[in-house]
C-alpha cells in the first residue's frame, strides 16, 4: 500500500528540479514514524542505530513501515519507531546518511549526511508563544497561499490533539505586527510538539522570512472566543464527519487539505 511518504517521493521524483516538490517530500519525511533498524535492543534512554557501510558513506537505516523493515531483513532484529523529525535530530552530527526504505518502496533513496544535518536544522524551531504580548488582534491579511495550504495539511495530520484552529493577524507589545495561529484545546503535553510541527510547515511552505506565532487558548476562554469571532477556522477532519463510502475524508488526504473559512 502506496504510503504519503511514497507520494511526495513519487512527485518530486517525476518534477527533481521543483522546489515545491522537493520541500513536501523532506515535509513528509519529518512528519512520518519512522523505524530505524538498531544493532542491539534498546537500554535505558540509549538507541544504538545499525551502521552500514556504503561508497558514500555510513548510513543508518530507516522504514517508515513495519512490514518494510521485515521484507528488508527477512529476520527479526531490533528497532525503534520514533517521527522522523526525533529521528533526524537523533543522527545529526554523527555523520551518518539516511537510508530509507532501501529497496522495498517506491520512496527507496539515501539521504547524505548533510541532508539529515539539514532536516534536523529545518525541525529544530518552533514559533513563538504570544500570548501575554499582545495589544491586539484583527482579521488576518494577505497570507502567501503556500502557508495557507502547508498549515492545512499539517493541521489535519493533526487533528485528534486540535479542538479549533483560528489565524488571525496580531499586534504586538513592540509595535511589531504578525500572523497568529490560535489552537485551541490542545492537551499541554502536545503543545510543544504541536508547536514544532507547525513551524516546519511554514519553514517548508517556501515563504522566506514569513513570521507566524502561536499561542494555545483553553476552550472557552475569552481569548478563544476572540478569535474565532474575527479569524479564518480551518475545518480539520473529525471521524464523526468520516462518509460511509470507502472515499477519504476532508483534511484526510495530504493532496488535498481541509478547507479555511
Excluded: C
Excluded at 32 to 59: D, H
Excluded at 64 to 71: E, P, Q, W
Excluded at 211 to 234: H, T
Amino acid at each position: 500500500m502506496e504510503t504519503p511518504l511514497d507520494r511526495a517521493f513519487g512527485a518530486h521524483q517525476a518534477m527533481p528540479d521543483d522546489e515545491a516538490l522537493r520541500m513536501r517530500f523532506h515535509e513528509r519525511l519529518l512528519d512520518a514514524e519512522l523505524i530505524l533498524l538498531l544493532r542491539e535492543e534498546v537500554t535505558g534512554a540509549t538507541l544504538k542505530p545499525e551502521v552500514f557501510a556504503l561508497e558514500s558513506g555510513p548510513v543508518a537505516l530507516v522504514f517508515d513501515r513495519d512490514d518494510r523493515l521485515a521484507a528488508f531483513l527477512e529476520a527479526p532484529a531490533a528497532y525503534a519507531a520514533l517521527p522522523g523529525r526525533r529521528m533526524v535530530a537523533l543522527l545529526a552530527g554523527q555523520g551518518l546518511g539516511l537510508g530509507l526504505n532501501l529497496g522495498v518502496a517506491p520512496s527507496s533513496t539515501l539521504l547524505p549526511a548533510e541532508a539529515v544535518t539539514w532536516l534536523a536544522a529545518m525541525a529544530a524551531g518552533a514559533p513563538s508563544e504570544a500570548l501575554g504580548h499582545l495589544r491586539g488582534i484583527a482579521p488576518p491579511g494577505e497570507v502567501p497561499q503556500g502557508v495557507i495550504d502547508a498549515l492545512g495539511t499539517k493541521l489535519a495530520a493533526m487533528a485528534a490533539m486540535i479542538g479549533e484552529a483560528h489565524l488571525v493577524s496580531a499586534r504586538h507589545d513592540d509595535g511589531t505586527e504578525s500572523a497568529l495561529l490560535a489552537l485551541v484545546g490542545v492537551p499541554e503535553g502536545t503543545q510543544a510538539d504541536v508547536a514544532a510541527a507547525v513551524a516546519e510547515a511554514v519553514r517548508f511552505s517556501g515563504a522566506a522570512g514569513w513570521r507566524l506565532d502561536v499561542v494555545f487558548p483553553s476552550e472557552g476562554s475569552a481569548a478563544a472566543q476572540a478569535v474565532a469571532r474575527i479569524g479564518w477556522r480551518f475545518e480539520l477532519p473529525r471521524p464523526a464527519e468520516a462518509p460511509a463510502s470507502n472515499r477519504a475524508g476532508p483534511g484526510t488526504d495530504p493532496e488535498r487539505p481541509p478547507i479555511l473559512r
